[in-house]
C-alpha cells in the first residue's frame, strides 16, 4: 500500500535518498531501500525515528504493531517477530529476518502498553516478542552464540539483525546489543508492577515476560 501509494505520484528515490521514511496514520514507519523500495521499519517506528511518531503514545502504537508480528513457533512453543525484509549487500533480495533491536524495543512498547490499560493482548505480545531471544538466528529468533577472544566459551549475543546461515557474528552490531540490554531490563520492570488500569489483566504473561527478559538480560 505504502509503495502504490508513493509510485503513483512520485519517481524512484534517488541512490543518496536511502533511508527515506514516509509514516502511515498510525505512526507505523515505513523506509527507502534501493531496489526494494519501502517497507515497515520495526526498530524507527519504536525508537521514535527524528520524531515522526511522537504524537501517538505507548497504546495507539503498540494497536498499530499488533497486526505486523508474524507468529512462529520454536521447540512448540509460540513466538512474535516483527520482520524486516532487506538484505543489505543484496540489493533487490526481499527476504524476511528479524532484529534482537527491533524485539526489544517492541517487547517494551508493549509492555508500557500493558501497564497503560491492563489489556491482555499487550501482555501476551511482549512475553512472544521475548521468547524471540531464546530461539537461534537459524531458527529463527535472534540468539547467537559467539566467543571472543576465539577458542574460549560461547556465550549469548542478541544480534541486531540476523541472517540465517552466515557467521555467527554477522549482524551482532554491539550498540543493537547494548539497546536489547537495556530494553529487557526495562521490560523486566515495567512488567513487574501490576497494570495501572483493569481492562482484561493478565498477570500470568506479566510475569512469565518480566522473568524471562531478566534471565535473558542475566545471560
Known amino acids: 500500500r505504502i509503495n502504490a501509494w508513493w509510485y503513483a505520484r ?3 528515490p534517488k541512490p543518496k535518498q536511502r533511508g527515506l521514511t514516509l ?4 505512526g507505523v514507519l515505513a523506509s527507502y531501500w534501493e531496489g526494494r523500495g519501502f517497507a515497515v521499519n520495526p526498530v524507527g517506528t519504536t525508537g521514535r525515528w527524528f520524531g515522526l511518531n511522537r504524537d501517538i503514545g505507548p497504546v495507539g502504537l503498540a494497536e498499530a504493531l499488533l497486526p505486523l508480528g508474524v507468529k512462529r513457533t520454536y521447540q512448540g512453543k509460540p513466538y512474535l517477530v516483527w520482520e524486516y525484509y532487506d538484505v543489505p549487500d543484496q540489493p533487490g533480495v526481499i527476504r ?15 509492555s508500557i502498553a500493558y501497564s497503560q490499560t491492563g489489556d491482555a493482548r499487550f501482555a501476551e505480545a511482549a512475553a512472544e516478542a521475548l521468547r524471540s531471544f531464546a530461539v537461534p538466528v537459524n531458527r529463527g529468533g535472534v540468539l547467537t552464540m559467539v566467543a571472543y577472544p576465539a577458542g574460549t566459551k560461547p556465550a549469548p549475543w542478541y544480534v541486531e539483525r540476523a541472517y540465517p546461515g552466515s557467521d555467527p557474528w554477522r549482524g551482532a552490531a554491539l550498540n543493537g546489543f547494548m539497546v ?4 529487557l531490563r526495562s521490560v523486566e520492570a515495567v512488567l513487574s508492577q501490576p497494570p495501572t488500569a483493569s481492562a482484561s489483566p493478565d498477570p500470568t504473561s506479566a510475569t512469565q515476560g518480566a522473568q524471562l527478559a531478566r534471565q535473558l538480560a542475566d545471560e
Open 10 to 12: 512520485r519517481i524512484a
Open 23 to 26: 509514516r502511515e496514520p498510525d
Open 96 to 110: 524476511p529476518g528479524v532484529s534482537g533491536m527491533a524485539q526489544g524495543r517492541v517487547a517494551q512498547v508493549m
Open 180 to 183: 536489547s540490554i537495556l530494553e
